[in-house]
């Protein structure tokens, strides 16, 4: 029977060795990326890709990228959770498709329409516009300088926008982790890897960046370090 939330959450820990004799299943690592996709993503852009990897030269070749890391090299299966902040508007134009198909479906408000369809055709296009970093500049000049008189969204640079795609990856990657502890089966996300290598390994774009690399399988009697460690909750957590 699955873990509830709670019960998967207490479960993961980053497993570092796996248990070579127990095999995972490539259905239900597959059914837990469906999961991943399912996680909330800033502008509903999916700027995300996750590559599965089962194949013995392609996993070697990470494994050795993560610098031989245990928790790679042990592993059954590698996931490779990438963001695309290059397919901005392949995405803009497919959230364009599926509105104006709902539209046509279901009566909506006009006004409702604007805005909805203008925020793909207007505001991501200026938001996510770049030429060489010049322009973001230029638009986090003008957007400081607004925001001394109102609140303004200031993520405009291509460094931020950067940040914004993986923080949805990585929203992705824990409904990814969660969705494997459910079922009993564990991971280990790694950002210890050299990512110019696993783009060049997984034949990547210019465009694409390496947000994690999660090995995946069945603990070892000898697979998590030691009891989990966190800083008190009061250390962290302001009621306001
Ligand atoms: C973004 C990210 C990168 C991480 N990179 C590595 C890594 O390269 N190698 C590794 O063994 N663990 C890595 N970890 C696992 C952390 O060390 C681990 O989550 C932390 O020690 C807490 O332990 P727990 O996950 O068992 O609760 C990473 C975790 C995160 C979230």
Same mark, same amino acid.
């Given at each position: 029977?699955?873990?509830? !939330?709670?019960?998967?959450?207490?479960?993961?820990?980053?497993?570092?060795?796996?248990?070579?004799?127990?095999?995972?299943?490539?259905?239900?690592? !597959? %059914?837990?990326?469906?999961?991943?996709?399912?996680?909330?993503?800033?502008?509903?852009?999916?700027?995300?890709?996750?590559?599965?990897? +089962?194949?013995?030269?392609?996993?070697?070749?990470?494994?050795?990228?993560?610098?031989?890391? &245990?928790?790679?090299?042990?592993?059954?299966?590698?996931?490779?959770? !990438? =963001?695309?902040? %290059?397919?901005?508007?392949?995405?803009?134009?497919?959230?364009?498709?599926? +509105?104006?198909?709902?539209?046509?479906?279901?009566?909506?408000?006009?006004?409702?329409?604007?805005?909805?369809?203008?925020?793909?055709?207007? $505001?991501? &296009?200026?938001?996510?516009?770049?030429?060489?970093?010049? +322009?973001? $500049?230029?638009?986090?000049?003008?957007?400081?300088?607004?925001?001394?008189?109102? &609140?303004?969204?200031?993520?405009?640079?291509?460094?931020?926008?950067?940040? !914004?795609?993986?923080?949805?990856?990585? $929203?992705?990657?824990?409904?990814?982790?969660?969705?494997?502890?459910?079922?009993?089966?564990?991971?280990? &996300?790694?950002?210890?890897?050299? =990512?110019?290598?696993?783009?060049?390994?997984?034949?990547?774009?210019?465009?694409?960046?390496?947000?994690?690399?999660?090995?995946?399988?069945?603990?070892?009697?000898?697979?998590?370090?030691?009891?989990?460690?966190?800083?008190?909750?009061?250390?962290?957590?302001?009621?306001?």
């Amino acid at each position: 029977m699955e873990k509830t !939330v709670s019960e998967a959450i207490a479960y993961r820990r980053s497993v570092r060795i796996y248990n070579s004799d127990e095999e995972i299943s490539y259905e239900k690592v !597959v %059914d837990c990326l469906k999961n991943a996709v399912l996680a909330p993503t800033s502008s509903n852009l999916q700027l995300w890709e996750f590559y599965h990897v +089962l194949d013995k030269t392609t996993k070697d070749s990470i494994s050795k990228a993560c610098f031989n890391q &245990p928790a790679a090299k042990t592993a059954q299966q590698l996931v490779v959770v !990438v =963001t695309r902040k %290059d397919l901005w508007r392949k995405r803009a134009k497919a959230n364009l498709s599926f +509105l104006e198909h709902q539209f046509k479906k279901e009566e909506t408000d006009n006004s409702k329409k604007k805005i909805a369809l203008s925020y793909y055709k207007k $505001l991501i &296009p200026s938001l996510y516009t770049e030429f060489l970093g010049i +322009l973001g $500049l230029v638009k986090y000049g003008i957007f400081s300088t607004m925001g001394l008189f109102k &609140p303004m969204y200031r993520q405009v640079r291509q460094s931020d926008l950067r940040i !914004v795609a993986h923080k949805s990856a990585a $929203l992705a990657a824990q409904n990814f982790m969660i969705s494997m502890a459910a079922i009993g089966y564990d991971t280990c &996300p790694m950002e210890g890897s050299d =990512t110019k290598r696993i783009k060049k390994i997984l034949n990547l774009p210019w465009g694409a960046e390496i947000n994690m690399v999660i090995g995946c399988g069945i603990r070892d009697s000898k697979g998590v370090y030691g009891p989990r460690f966190r800083v008190p909750f009061k250390e962290v957590y302001y009621k306001l």
